[in-house]
């Protein structure tokens, strides 16, 4: 049945519009959608890390040992120090206030210690040398007393030694002298003091004919 003219009219006009929107309108760009699980499980790679997140190696020099961790131990090849990798080595740092002990090439140990006051009369002065004999229980300057002594060389002041903490004793209990100030400062009259504990350990050890590297000061000398 042929539709009226008035229907036939209308049906033309909407084909009409029809055709003109959806040719001149462009389609819209159909966003990309990736998968979560995609996005999350990409490998990481260097092209993935920024350049500040990139692990530098580092680098340490022992004239400014100062700046460095208190907890980082040198290996011995930065030491400037002649042995051979079979000897043992005791190199202590004054301006960390530790010393590291070596033995066949590796550390064994780190001591705290509590090296000469910064004066004139007292300072712990550079030295290299070997360790001389262990000699006990002694007294030392200030009326103390120590339990154990290593001798190291004359100063003109007195014998400078690694010896454990000094104390005065009443009775039987024994009052120590600064054992706060190991690791941390000097206190002594320019030997190296350490704790009995590390004393025991170092007697043991036997550091007798070791090597020792004493290195300069570095802060101000009063």
């Known amino acids: ?3 009226p003219k008035l229907g036939l009219f209308w049906l033309s006009l909407f084909l009409v519009i029809w055709l003109t929107f959806n040719l001149t309108t462009p389609a819209k760009a159909q966003s990309p959608t ?8 990409l490998p990481l790679t260097a092209t993935h890390i920024s350049s500040a997140t990139v692990a530098r190696p580092l680098t340490f020099s022992l004239a400014l040992s100062t700046t ?4 980082f131990t040198p290996p011995l090849t930065l030491l400037n120090v002649a042995v051979s990798t079979t000897q043992r080595l005791l190199y202590l740092d004054q301006p960390r206030q530790r010393m ?9 140990r780190t001591i705290l210690v509590s090296t000469g006051t910064p004066t004139s009369r007292t300072l712990t ?41 000094p104390y005065t004793q009443v009775g039987e209990l024994k009052y120590y002298d600064r054992p706060d100030a190991l690791g941390l400062e000097p206190t002594s009259h320019g030997c190296i003091r350490i704790s009995d504990e590390d004393a025991t350990w170092l007697k043991s050890w036997n ?16």
Do not use: C
């Open 68 to 71: 460095l961790p208190l907890t």
């Open 100 to 108: 590291y002990l070596y033995e066949n090439g590796q550390p064994v």
């Open 207 to 222: 550091p007798i004919s070791a090597t020792i590297q004493i290195t300069p000061w570095r802060g101000e000398i009063k």
């Open 34 to 41: 990736l998968p979560i699980v995609a996005q999350l499980t």
């Open 125 to 165: 002065k550079a030295w290299q040398g070997n360790v001389g004999k262990y000699m006990g229980a002694v007294s030392v300057i200030g009326g103390f007393k120590v339990d154990y002594s290593w001798y190291l060389y004359p100063d003109f002041y007195g014998n400078i030694l690694i010896h454990s903490v």
């Open 1 to 3: 049945m042929p539709l």
